[in-house]
């Protein structure tokens, strides 16, 4: 797929390239005159070809950001990149060039006509934002084999197709995530070379209506269908799978999302509590010496709070109060929001009313200086003018100064009332926890319980009653 034009030296997508293409392709006549005086902002450009321009690399179109058709064909580009900020972009044209990996698209969710044909393309990937795509040609390229290891995997359990000669057919499979696909062009790859290529194409993609430039037919769904009817259920049985487990674990993320906004996360089980002794490697030593347990009954009616159920319970009192201290910070941002809207569209709707009410003013104006045939009254009735738009001037700032004010008040009410949940729902975390209070006889008591291991430790040593048990004491104690 050599170009004739690869020994031309290759041209970059400049400044100079765009205005100049950007000139030529806008209004033409008296329109096109008063635009090039002007000038045409690049983001006002809905269309722009770059075709036949020699251009090596994609770059510099960040400003076209409602570009909603984008032609770059027959140049030498090696790499799709360049499109992120084109996120309007419904068609886009990159057919003979040299690109021989499909990238770079990911932000292009609009785009409903791509085209890829004739360049070194040889895998079918990287398509899966692309949700509203209806028209794809990838014809003269080198689309054969799939090598993508986690595509293989996903339907290993197809033994019906992996025992056919080629893989391709994985190619198609890719392409049934595209619900939207109507037309599909794949002229001139080696995957037409597969035994049954239509047939397969049409079972696989069900929704297709043109293949290579030609209408699928009643006849072809029909023989396709029976021919892979099982392979075709085995395929939707395993999509349902594991379009429900995607399902699934979209909402425990969106749960979990949920709970790190109200900073709540894992306070709804016992993550916190086992996470406290996770590395507690002394801890979990100690509690299995013989002397330990009578120790620690002695206590939990004055640690209770330290205890697992007890624990779970106070995490489980601030999860649900920071759910509702969530719910509550919410409605007021919605309150904020409201409120900052409604205060800028009664000043809108007062000064287009004054704008409004001037009109008359206006048209009397115009009238007005049409019969005036004196000078003097002329000057007159200029000065009466002039004199009647400052006062609407006026009148338009003191309404642009009072929004402003009422915006400030909204926002500083906001501010408060958000301190003061935050603080509340602090203050209601602590008092759950009375750290400082009880750290003393934490402190005390750990030393009372340390002293009489050690001491009935120590007799054993030196009673020597029982080596086996006194050697596994020192163990667990340590050096």
Excluded at 266 to 272: A, D, I, K, V
Aim: aromatic letters at 8%; charged letters at 25%.
């Amino acid at each position: 797929m050599s170009r004739l034009y690869d020994t031309i030296e290759p041209n970059v997508v400049s400044d100079e390239m765009l205005q100049q293409a950007v000139q030529e392709q806008g209004p033409q006549g008296q329109a096109g005159i008063i635009a090039k005086e002007e000038g045409i902002l690049f983001k006002d450009v809905e269309r722009l070809r770059l075709d036949y321009r020699n251009i090596l690399k994609m770059e510099n179109l960040w400003q076209f950001t409602n570009l909603t058709k984008l032609q770059m064909d027959n140049n030498i580009i090696e790499k799709i990149e360049g499109l992120e900020y084109l996120v309007n972009l419904v068609w886009l044209d990159l057919s003979f060039n040299n690109i021989e990996v499909i990238d770079g698209l990911d932000s292009l969710v609009k785009l409903e006509d791509l085209s890829l044909y004739h360049n070194r393309i040889s895998k079918i990937e990287n398509l899966d934002n692309l949700k509203k795509l209806q028209f794809f040609s990838i014809g003269n390229n080198d689309v054969d084999k799939l090598e993508n290891a986690s595509l293989k995997s996903d339907f290993l359990h197809v033994h019906t197709i992996l025992s056919m000669a080629s893989l391709s057919v994985l190619q198609i499979i890719y392409l049934r995530r595209l619900e939207k696909l109507e037309a599909l062009c794949l002229d001139g790859n080696p995957i037409e070379q597969v035994e049954d290529y239509k047939l397969f194409v049409a079972a696989y993609l069900p929704n297709l209506v043109y293949l290579d430039y030609k209408l699928v037919d009643n006849d072809t769904r029909e023989l396709a269908g029976l021919k892979y009817q099982y392979v075709i259920e085995e395929l939707q049985h395993n999509e349902n799978l594991a379009k429900t487990k995607q399902e699934e674990e979209q909402k425990e993320q969106e749960v979990l999302q949920l709970h790190k906004d109200a900073f709540v996360e894992h306070l709804n089980g016992p993550f916190l509590f086992d996470s406290l002794f996770a590395e507690d490697t002394e801890g979990s030593k100690l509690v299995q010496l013989p002397e330990v347990v009578p120790l620690l009954e002695t206590y939990p009616l004055q640690l209770d709070y330290l205890w697992p159920d007890k624990f779970l319970e106070l995490c489980h009192n601030i999860f649900n109060n920071g759910l509702k201290q969530h719910q509550r910070r919410q409605e007021e941002l919605k309150a904020y929001h409201e409120g900052k809207e409604e205060a800028v569209k009664m000043n809108q709707d007062i000064g287009a009313s004054k704008v409004a009410e001037f009109d008359p003013v206006k048209e009397q104006f115009h009238r007005d200086i049409q019969e005036i045939a004196d000078e003097e009254q002329l000057n007159s009735r200029l000065a009466q003018y002039h004199s009647d738009i400052k006062e609407l001037h006026n009148s338009l700032m003191m309404l642009e100064m009072q929004l402003l004010e009422q915006l400030k008040d909204i926002s500083e009410d906001f501010e408060r009332n958000m301190t003061e949940m935050v603080v509340n729902f602090i203050e209601y975390v602590q008092g759950l926890y009375p750290f400082v209070e009880c750290s003393g006889k934490m402190l005390q008591m750990g030393g009372v319980v340390a002293l009489r291991i050690g001491i009935c430790t120590g007799n054993r040593k030196v009673a020597n009653s029982n080596p086996v048990n006194a050697k596994r004491d020192s163990a667990l104690l340590g050096p």
